[in-house]
């Protein structure tokens, strides 16, 4: 699928912008946002210069690809979008969780958790370089300023401030956070909140000073330990939405007050949260657990986050394990991979109905769809604003 459409270098000032109507005035809270950060095009809609096809420049000669992380096998299955056929599969380090695209565009990084290391993959050709030694790197995300990788420490219950390109260390921020696996950055881009998977708690970060500015206890209501996992900002910035894999659902929070403001109950094993390219909905991925219900019980939920609402439920015909991945650039396809299953999930956003089911290694993990529509990447599977 070719773009259609390329964003113009960004050569003219705010105010000029503001002045011509091709922008709206900042909000004060934009106004205040993170030294170096891109300002926000859309302050109702964050994600306005990630919208469908907003392919920038620095990726217009990528190869459209799907990389696919296999974690037991220590591998990443590469799919051809076109023909869903796997194309190739290569060797990366020790349990592969995720392939997260750089700050600028220009690599996309594999995070092996036991291999302590990062094996970079050039986009322009789909082949992967030599491994660089990074310990314990679960996850990773950028600053919203580009200043730093965030290398998320599972097992060492960190932070790992590294710089974006070379991935030396710059300082670690020590957490009480058992589990802390992902993460998203507020509207100002000033403060990061991250998951902590196994103590039920939310974690605050000021983003320049890299220091702790506090936590939040999860309580779903069917009075479980709350087990948070991914975790997205919607449009407007104003609520975070945290998918709860033992809750059944996604809690709301309120990134000021930091305090949980509801709960919407969506399916089994709520796991990963993705953004329509417009915005305007929340694809929650419902995992199950073979473990607990004995067969796959995973689907899909829709939110509108303006009403807070479920407005559809995709199921997968036969039940799955639908896990972590992104929308292609049109937004018109959801690619999941199907963590007990070992095959990826391609979606039609538009019907819901599933298209294709692509066989991978064993328990494919955090895939990405390349290329993505966006200015920049906040890391994972693909934020990009």
Known sequence: MKSTRFLPKLTFTAAMLVGAGLVAAATPAQQSALPGMPPVLNPHNIYSA?????????????????????TLDGTVSVIDPKTF???????????????????????????NDYGNSLTPIDPRTGKPGKNVRVRDPYNMYFTPDGKYAIVVAEKMERLDFRNPHTMKLHDSTKTHC??????????????????????????????????????????????????????????????????????????????????????????????????SRDGKYLYVSDRGNPRVWGKHRGGLTVIDPATRKIVAQWPIPGGGSPDMGNTNAAGTQLWL??????????????TGKLLHKIRVG???????????????????????R
């Open 50 to 70: 990630a919208g469908a096809n907003m392919l920038s420049p620095a990726v217009k000669h990528d190869k459209q690809l799907v990389y696919v992380p296999n």
């Open 85 to 111: 056929k796997v194309i190739d599969t290569f060797k990366t380090g020790a349990l592969p969780q995720h392939v997260v695209p750089s700050y600028d565009l220009r690599t996309l990084w594999v995070t």
């Open 178 to 275: 058992k589990g802390i696996d992902h993460m998203d950055f507020t509207a100002d881009g000033r403060y990061l909140i991250a998951t902590c998977e196994f103590n039920g708690d939310l974690v605050k970060v000021n983003v320049a000073t890299h220091k702790v500015m506090g936590y939040l206890k999860l309580r779903p209501p069917n009075h479980k330990r709350a087990m948070p996992q991914d975790i997205r900002v919607d449009a407007e910035g104003n609520t975070f939405y945290v998918a709860d894999l033992r809750g059944d659902g996604v809690e709301l929070v309120d990134p000021v007050s930091f305090k949980q403001i509801g709960f919407i109950a969506t399916g089994y094993g709520a796991h990963g949260i993705y953004p």
């Open 337 to 350: 991979s199907g963590r007990y299953d070992n095959v990826v999930y391609v979606f039609d956003t538009r």
């Open 362 to 384: 064993r328990q494919p993990h955090g895939l990405t769809v390349w290329p993505q529509p966006g200015r920049y990447s906040l890391g994972h599977t693909g934020n990009t």
